[in-house]
């Protein structure tokens, strides 16, 4: 079989870069408690006082479970139901690892009753490996994701039980009652109902897969249970199924339909969420329950939270069919559920003290959902040669700055520690390295960004689809949206950066030139907020109408000005001697003074009022965004000169400007800066006024 090898690869036989090796034999009798973990093939069974094999290593399943491969930086004892690696043959055991992940090694897998996995087969495969270097870099990248995995689902885990903690005393307490009673499940508020749950919803079953001879056939999508999720839906992949046109409004779903598991594994027994009509039409598997609540006496939201309770999940457990790990339950089942039903207006009270916890969950989930497709995608790329990391990002900053050292290498430990942090989007790297100054800049200002959010202790999140970060904040979504305009209209005399020893020229100062730019970056990122028209015609929609953006979550506008001018003396302050970002939101001109004629004295002095400036065509610019209801959608404007000298250490100043007219507005101190301007409403005027922090 020939095999594409990159360049710079090596294709050799299995056993020439990898050699298995049976574990040893090491019966729990003979098992003394210590330091050293014992190893089967479905993971780690006990300690040993003693090892068996030194570290680093990799195992995997030989008999049993074929497929699970671990890795461990210490000594460690691998049972006889194990192959681990007897030899690396000089290769990283990092890359070993991630390599056997990747490489299937269930396919190699004989017998029916017990799998069992033979070396001997495994040695002979043809195989293809990266040179050393190169290694070290793709385990280097995929151990990153999953530190960034790992995060998130630690993350996930603390806030589900905080939210456990809260809907159990919700749910059991109510809010604000004194008089409770004894109840079959207990005491419950006075004025709450338990009633069976087929009184007051409607329990729809699915449709079964395989049916042959379907008459009036139609392929539509529909939901299985991979898809429904505890607490979300999870639409990543959607299957078809074929029906009959007859049965579509039999099985299909509607809007407000509460979700629920009919068994498998304990954890997805009664497990689900409410459809939200995201696919229309959209039919449901047989193993996912329907349930349609009667929305005048019980709330989908309401009963989604009350199936997905510890109360709930106890009830669906005690009444379920269970065989070793597994559970099922049956509509008969699903119907007796005995609700507890607060009156609608408590229950809505109660939806909405859950909700920020359920949205924090679920903003969290969708992040570990990007980052696992993150990390499969990587190993495909990065493990195959289709994509080549070694030094591509590293070989172009050398070249770059061949003769500037100390920038190379705080660019480079500012891009690993980037990749560390998981976000990384998809085209980063060809990017970043395809030599175009706006897509350099571009994302060494979401790096110096990222850079100064993570020493906040921001949790930062991204995605290919939406801001470029996003963080919580006390329950709230925080956007943050990223742009480093380019120097369109400046010219090349101002931009060109003076050598050594050339006599200082004397040139004025583009403000207004570089304020364009200014307002330019504001307005195309408010736009990707609230959407715009398209050359073409038709509407493009921005992040609001998708739904990536809630409508009450705090948006963010950062602007790096750092290619507008030679050096950063001049990027900071405009002729206002205000920021460039006061006179990017706030009609803020130069200062005016007021002269007594007859003395011919200052009397006075003033930032003239400034609507509007002119660009190339003579067409007016507005300056006053921020006193536009346009840009309501816009929390704050944040604005900085910060380039390469900050990702090497330099602190340039960091401005915030907030938006008076925020739908959406962003508490103050939580971004780092140095100076926030906060515009105050007094009747017929706004003042502005300006706090200070110090950064040191």
């Avoid at 500012?414 to 994302?443: I, P, V």
């Avoid at 400034?610 to 507005?622: C, E, G, H, S, Y």
Wanted: with cysteine.
């Amino acid at each position: 079989m020939s095999i594409e090898v990159p360049e710079g690869w090596e294709s050799v036989r299995f056993d020439e870069a990898v050699t298995l090796q049976r574990g040893f034999d090491l019966p729990v009798q003979r098992r003394e408690t210590g330091d050293f973990p014992v190893i089967a093939s479905n993971g780690i069974v006990g300690t040993h006082n003693e090892p068996r094999v030194e570290g680093p290593g990799v195992v995997t399943g030989r008999s049993g479970t074929i497929g699970k491969v671990l890795f461990f930086d210490g000594a460690y004892w691998p049972l006889n139901t194990t192959l681990y690696v007897k030899d690396f043959h000089g290769n990283d055991p990092a890359f070993v690892f991630r390599f056997l992940e990747h490489f299937r090694l269930s396919r190699f897998a004989t017998g029916t009753g017990v799998p069992t996995l033979n070396r001997n087969v495994v040695h002979t495969e043809p195989i293809i490996f990266p040179p050393l270097p190169e290694q070290r870099r793709i385990a280097e990248i995929l151990s990153s994701v999953d530190d960034a995995i790992q995060s998130t689902q630690a993350v996930i885990e603390q806030t589900c039980k905080v939210k456990r903690g809260v809907l159990k005393r919700l749910l059991t307490k109510g809010i604000g009652h004194t008089r409770f009673k004894q109840t079959e499940i207990g005491k419950i508020p006075e004025r709450w109902e338990v009633i069976p749950l087929s009184h007051i919803a409607k329990v729809q079953t699915g449709l079964a897969k395989g049916k042959k001879d379907v008459s009036d056939p139609i392929e539509l999508p529909y939901l299985r249970v991979a898809n429904v999720q505890d607490g979300f839906v999870d639409l990543t992949e959607m299957k078809m199924i074929t029906v009959s046109k007859s049965q579509i409004a039999r099985y299909s779903l509607e809007v407000g339909d509460v979700l629920l598991t009919e068994g498998g594994d304990y954890d997805k027994l009664g497990r689900g969420d409410v459809w939200r009509g995201q696919i229309s039409p959209c039919l449901h598997q047989n193993h996912v329950f329907a349930v349609r609540p009667d929305q005048k006496r019980l709330l989908p939201d309401f009963l989604a939270a009350l199936t997905g309770s510890q109360y709930g999940k106890q009830y669906f457990l005690s009444c379920s069919k269970r065989t070793t790990n597994l559970a099922s339950i049956n509509s008969t089942q699903v119907k007796q559920f005995p609700a507890v039903v607060p009156p609608l207006a408590e229950q809505q009270a109660i939806i909405d003290r859950f909700d920020s916890l359920s949205k924090g969950v679920e903003t969290h989930q969708r992040h570990l959902h990007h980052l696992q497709r993150l990390k499969s995608a990587l190993m495909t790329d990065l493990l195959t040669g289709r994509v080549r990391v070694i030094g591509q990002v590293e070989t172009f900053l050398e070249a770059r700055y061949a003769d500037n050292t100390e920038v190379m290498e705080c660019l480079k430990d500012l891009f690993r520690r980037y990749g560390r942090w998981g976000l990384k989007d998809s085209s980063f790297e060809s990017k970043f390295t395809s030599g175009r100054d706006a897509d350099f800049f571009a994302y060494l200002w979401e790096m110096v960004l990222a850079s100064h959010l993570k020493n906040l202790g921001l949790d930062l999140q991204s995605a290919d689809e939406g801001p470029d970060f996003g963080f919580l904040y006390k329950g709230q979504k925080i956007w943050i949206e990223a742009v480093c305009p380019g120097p369109e209209g400046l010219s090349e005399d101002w931009l060109r950066i003076s050598k050594a020893g050339e006599a200082p020229r004397a040139q004025s100062v583009p403000h207004e030139q570089m304020l364009l730019r200014w307002t330019a970056a504001l307005k195309e990122k408010k736009e990707k907020l609230t959407g715009r028209p398209r050359r073409s015609g038709g509407w493009r929609p921005g992040y609001l109408e998708k739904e990536v953006v809630g409508g009450g979550e705090p948006y963010v506008v950062a602007v790096s000005s750092c290619r507008l001018g030679p050096t950063s003396l001049h990027l900071h302050n405009s002729i206002s001697q205000l920021p460039f970002a006061v006179e990017a939101a706030f009609p803020v001109g130069p200062i005016e003074l007021v002269i007594d004629r007859q003395t011919m004295k200052t009397v006075d002095q003033r930032y003239s009022n400034r609507r509007f400036i002119k660009n190339q065509n003579d067409a007016d610019v507005p300056t006053d965004s921020f006193l536009n209801p346009d840009y309501s959608g816009v929390s704050a404007l944040l604005g900085t000169p910060a380039g390469i000298d900050a990702a090497c250490g330099g602190k340039p100043p960091i401005v915030l400007v907030h938006n008076p007219l925020a739908d959406n507005p962003l508490p103050q101190g939580i971004l780092g800066v140095d100076h926030e301007f906060i515009a105050e409403d007094k009747g017929d005027h706004y003042e502005l006024r300006e706090v200070r922090y110090d950064r040191r």
